[in-house]
């Protein structure tokens, strides 16, 4: 039943050329910022910074360094819900939402790559 949904699912996503390339982009962008995550963060002793505030005591909060591969984790999660969100939009509400739902995680997974560069580079900047 589950394997029948989803055949029918990557069906239905296959009818629809310009979202199957956006998710295809999608995916390949999470993929790229996983690899870029997996890259970049070193394994050390020192806690690093993983957030920022301005409303905070501190402003700059830190905790170990594998706390930063979550954000590649993120990545691939908003990637992966947001195509199948984007699927079922398009079979229930049509192509124009359908469309907005996947630029949306397209966006959101940019976003996600410009704040986990800065966290990554903040030693360099202090």
Excluded: C
């Excluded at 296959?14 to 995550?37: P, Q």
């Amino acid at each position: 039943m589950f394997v029948a949904t989803l055949k029918e699912s990557f069906k239905t996503l296959f009818t629809n050329r310009y979202l199957t390339v956006l998710s295809i982009v999608m995916a390949l962008l999470a993929l790229l910022f996983l690899t870029f995550i997996l890259i970049s963060v070193q394994p050390s002793e020192l806690q690093v910074v993983t957030h920022y505030t301005a409303f905070g005591v501190t402003q700059l909060y830190r905790d170990q360094w594998w706390y930063l591969l979550s954000f590649g984790v993120f990545g691939l999660l908003v990637a992966f819900f947001h195509i199948a969100l984007a699927i079922k939009v398009y079979k229930v509400k049509g192509h124009p939402l359908a469309i907005g739902v996947a630029w949306l995680g397209v966006g959101t997974i940019l976003f996600a790559w410009i704040m986990s560069f800065f966290l990554i580079n903040i030693r360099n900047m202090l």
